[in-house]
């Protein structure tokens, strides 16, 4: 018997989804998979898919599910996977929480663990606007609890001072676009886990990282699988 290794984490933006998953990810040895990244990879990238989609991106839609489907169900295929994985930002919707069950069944697989990370829309407001990203690492700072010691630069010494972004789509406007995006298309997917029993919740408004990753970690291992 072994902890829970098929995860999804469902949260609001800024919850903390990508902070805990990859913590995860170097806990459990599984692979780390952020949709989000991946969709914006292809826009830094200048790729084909990333000029069709980086309007969606900016104005914080949500890419078409048979696209969001497709790239998932290619990530899953790479050999890494086989170990166990943390879904970060999928399923988004109902239509891709069913995309992903008829996929795993294929895969002779199942969900062990839905993790939902709660907090409040105005705490996101406030973390998201003062989110900055090291684009080298991924290391995430907040200018008001988690500054970088240099402003504007990562602290890490092989990031060399790389410059901290700014995502375009962490704007307040955009940020409270997000949210309803969320609570009206999102929300209904944990309803969704809720009735496959396999639904797990932690409010997290007041709680730091360090917090919520030891709770989520309770969760991961408490649930045995074969
Ligand atoms: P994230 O980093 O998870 O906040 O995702 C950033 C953006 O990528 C979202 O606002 C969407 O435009 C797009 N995206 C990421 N994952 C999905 C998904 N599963 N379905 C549709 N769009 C997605």
Known sequence: MCCAKRIVIIGP???????????????????????????RGHVEQKTELGRRIQDTLDRGE????????EILAHRLS????????????????????????????KRN?????????????????ERLTNRRICP???????????????????????????????????????IRGRLRVYHKTTEPVLAFYEDRAILDSLECSNLGPDEVQAEVMAMICKVQTA
């Open 13 to 39: 933006p800024g919850a903390g989804k990508g902070t805990q998953a990859r913590r995860l990810s170097k806990e459990f040895g599984y692979s780390h998979i952020s949709t989000g990244d991946i969709f």
């Open 62 to 69: 949500l890419v078409p599910d048979p696209l969001a489907c």
């Open 78 to 105: 790479e050999a890494d996977c086989a170990n166990g994985y943390i879904l970060d930002g999928f399923p988004r919707t109902t239509a891709q929480a069913l995309a992903l069950e008829t996929l795993l069944e």
């Open 109 to 125: 697989e199942t969900l062990d663990v839905a993790i939902q990370l709660d907090v409040a829309d105005d705490v996101l407001v």
């Open 136 to 174: 080298s690492c991924g290391k995430i700072y907040n200018l008001e609890s988690n500054p970088p010691v240099k402003p504007g630069h990562c602290d890490k010494v092989p990031c060399n001072g790389a410059v901290l972004e700014h995502r375009d789509d962490d704007k307040e406007l955009t």
